[in-house]
T-cell receptor
Framework: GQQLNQSPQSMFIQEGEDVSMNCTSSSIFNTWLWYKQEPGEGPVLLIALYKAGELTSNGRLTAQFGITRKDSFLNISASIPSDVGIYFCAGPNYGGSQGNLIFGKGTKLSVKP | KAGVTQTPRYLIKTRGQQVTLSCSPI?????VSWYQQTPGQGLQFLFE???????NKGNFPGRFSGRQFSNSRSEMNVSTLELGDSALYLC???????????FGPGTRLLVL
């Protein structure tokens, strides 16, 4: 079945540094979603990508939908302490069903002030 | 516009009991999906409801069930609770036929 592989699993960075994380799959996705989850809360949608090659920004966040449709990356520029959390990529489960997202295992980001 | 709301936020139950969790979607969203999140398995799809009908179901035992009401609010029920059911239960809503889902804050269930 479809799987999403996220890397790295965790990152420890200094405030002000840029961050890059990615998500790959052996299957094609037509939509890529990036979420951030903070402790005790639900995932919050950061960026949605709908077209191969698309590059979308949301403030200091930039995400791209890979040309092969099998990967996506998320960059965070000039990180700040409130960027701490777990970042998930997700895509629709075409093998299954409507309303069913597949999630990567997440990248845990820690920012040192 | 109000986001997805879930109640209760926290719940403690004992093995063998049953539990009902509630989710109110964003106004105008008719699709509600439920997920279970655990440290070991990550986010896993439970089921999805649209217009009061379960359209899709993940690979969970029949102890996990749900329903949706005419106002799109949804409930999920877990019967005969097991220790392994301890998890964060998330619901998400979406507009018709769209893939972008918006999540609620979750219900943290602890089974003792």
């Amino acid at each position: 079945g479809q799987q999403l592989n996220q890397s790295p699993q965790s990152m420890f960075i200094q405030e002000g540094e840029d961050v890059s994380m990615n998500c790959t799959s052996s299957s094609i996705f037509n939509t890529w979603l990036w979420y951030k989850q903070e402790p005790g809360e639900g995932p919050v949608l950061l960026i949605a990508l709908y077209k191969a090659g698309e590059l979308t920004s949301n403030g200091r966040l930039t995400a791209q939908f890979g040309i092969t449709r099998k990967d996506s990356f998320l960059n965070i520029s000039a990180s700040i302490p409130s960027d701490v959390g777990i970042y998930f990529c997700a895509g629709p489960n075409y093998g299954g069903s409507q309303g069913n997202l597949i999630f990567g295992k997440g990248t845990k980001l820690s920012v040192k002030p | 516009k109000a986001g997805v709301t879930q109640t209760p936020r926290y719940l403690i139950k004992t093995r063998g009991q049953q539990v009902t969790l509630s989710c109110s979607p964003i106004s105008g969203h008719r699709s509600v999906s439920w997920y279970q999140q655990t440290p070991g398995q990550g986010l896993q799809f439970l089921f999805e409801y649209f217009s009061e009908t379960q359209r899709n179901k993940g690979n969970f035992p029949g102890r996990f069930s749900g329903r949706q009401f005419s106002n799109s609010r949804s409930e999920m029920n877990v019967s005969t609770l097991e220790l392994g059911d301890s998890a964060l239960y998330l619901c998400a809503s979406t507009r018709d036929n769209q893939e972008t889902q918006y999540f609620g804050p979750g219900t943290r269930l602890l089974v003792l």
